[in-house]
């Protein structure tokens, strides 16, 4: 198996990545908060994960990730509060509209997408164990983490704790950053109506760190092989997840990769909710953009660089997906001359994909990823504009295009054949004649035959029509 460097965010430095076991990659990713539409920022978060899944596949791994759902915190009790709901039926449309944005940017789908309040009871588990350590102190009914206790506090953020002043804390999900306190663990309820879980460390409600820490635990039993997030999620939320899990569980390792991504930003500014400077998947899509460029232009910038997003910018990302496409149609429609159509055949060998893995196994670098295929589309396009192109060299062409978009995710491999509308009309008339004669075998051919070529009939009042997929 050929090797990935991976810059982990723990030692500062590029590794070899050697998880504990290849036939199971343990992946988990901070993932949404339910609250409202994932905005671009959010989104390209989500297309590293899948970039990395897509890349683990490539080198023969076998992923088993995560992707948790936060659907509990300040925010959301709030919102769900003011429209009277109860969390789950606040949360349930903010997690389908999570799910199609996903699936609209091809996104491949992970093995688990576990809820924050599925997983109550490995937090109270992990508070126990945090108590027994002696990290834990009580204030008004609230159990909050005693940061100072914990040796390795800061170890991946690099933040310095020796200006802290002990005991004083944060109760909110909301932070400044670089300021460092206690955190809550385990929130005594404020209000009435507030949601509230009745334990056996009294009632109350999770705080946010908590809850990733319980569902490493719960999708894994113990840790992972790379943790991911937002360079934003760095400190204090992970560095709080590593007190937590590697306080209670001192003799367990936790996580051995630490993966950061880059935001995405506005004019320089980071894209947040908060700033009202975002745009959602949606707002794109009904100005007519087409998410595959949206996924190309997200994913084309490396992971850990900042990325900023201007319409040219998209403009620039479709030029670049079409380019690519253009030459991909050019070698289908040349193998169509020979009577032929493509067809991948899985786990073919190709020396020219090497050169494409080497870049990925540089820290994902798609950069390098992206000048070696546009080094291909040019190199395609020479060739074919010689005078008679080989066929095993067309499919060859074909097979590396089709693993390199095992990665991109926003490619097409079928032929589009351009057929006028005065040929559909003369095939949808021929159709009705073949059904006016009662030959419907004939009939039935013709409407096949329109449907693979994609056009729908549809009977009206005013006769038959058609219209294009
Ligand atoms: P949230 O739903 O706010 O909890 O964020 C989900 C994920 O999106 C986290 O991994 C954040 O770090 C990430 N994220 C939030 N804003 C941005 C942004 N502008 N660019 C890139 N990632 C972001
Ligand atoms: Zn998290």
Not at 135 to 147: F, H, P, Q, R, T
Not at 173 to 202: A, C, H, M
Not at 262 to 268: D, Q, R, S
Not at 293 to 320: D, Q, V
Request: charged share 30%; proline share 3%; with cysteine.
């Amino acid at each position: 198996m050929k090797e990935i460097r991976f810059h982990n965010s723990l030692s500062g430095n590029k590794e070899v990545f050697r998880p504990e076991f290849p036939d199971r990659v343990r992946v988990y990713s901070c993932g949404p908060t339910v609250y409202n539409f994932a905005h671009l920022g959010n989104l390209r978060a989500f297309l590293f994960v899948d970039l990395l899944r897509r890349v683990l596949v490539a080198f023969g791994y076998k992923p088993d990730m995560t992707m948790n759902i936060t659907d509990i915190d300040d925010k959301i009790i709030r919102e769900s509060m003011a429209q009277g709901k109860n969390i789950r039926e606040f949360t349930e449309p903010w997690v389908k509209a999570f799910q199609e944005d996903l699936e609209s940017l091809n996104i491949q789908k992970l093995e688990h997408y576990p809820r924050a309040t599925d997983s109550i009871p490995s937090m109270i588990e992990i508070i126990k164990h945090l108590q027994s350590h002696g990290l834990v102190y009580e204030k008004d009914g609230s159990l909050y983490y005693s940061i100072s206790k914990f040796k390795n506090y800061g170890k991946l953020s690099g933040i310095d704790v020796s200006g802290m002043k002990t005991g004083t804390r944060y109760d909110t999900d909301e932070y400044d950053k670089d300021d460092v306190r206690d955190f809550v663990l385990w929130k005594f309820p404020k209000q009435e109506g507030e949601p509230s879980w009745d334990t056996e460390i009294g009632p109350g409600r999770p705080g946010w760190h908590l809850e990733c820490s319980a569902m490493v635990r719960d999708v894994y039993g113990s840790g992972v092989d790379i943790h991911t997030g937002g360079v934003d999620l760095t400190f204090p939320h992970h560095e709080n997840e590593i007190a937590q899990s590697e306080g209670a569980f001192p003799e367990e390792s936790f996580v051995k990769y630490w993966l950061h991504s880059e935001h995405l930003l506005v004019n320089g500014e980071k894209m947040a909710k908060s700033k009202g400077n975002f745009f959602t998947l949606r707002d794109l899509v009904k100005d007519g953009i087409e998410p595959r460029n949206i996924r190309f232009l997200l994913l084309s910038a490396h992971y850990r660089s900042k990325l900023n997003f201007t319409k040219e910018r998209l403009e620039e990302a479709a030029g670049s997906v079409s380019k690519i496409q253009n030459c991909i149609n050019r070698l289908l429609e040349e193998l169509s001359k020979s009577g032929k159509t493509f067809q991948s055949k899985t786990n073919v060998e190709l020396t020219a994909w090497d050169e494409f893995l080497e870049s990925l196994a540089d820290d994902l670098n798609i950069s390098k990823f992206l000048a070696s295929v546009f080094e291909l589309v040019k190199d395609s396009n020479q060739y074919l504009d010689q005078n008679s192109p080989n066929e095993d060299e067309i499919v060859k062409r074909l097979e590396l295009f089709y693993k390199i978009d095992s990665i991109l995710g926003v490619l097409s491999f079928e032929r589009k054949v351009e057929v006028l509308d005065s040929e559909i009309d003369e095939l949808v008339r021929q159709r009705q004649e073949a059904r006016k004669n009662k030959n419907f075998a004939e009939a039935d051919r013709l409407r096949d035959k329109l449907n693979e070529i994609g056009i729908i009939l549809e009977d009206t009042k005013e006769g038959l029509r058609w219209k294009r997929k």
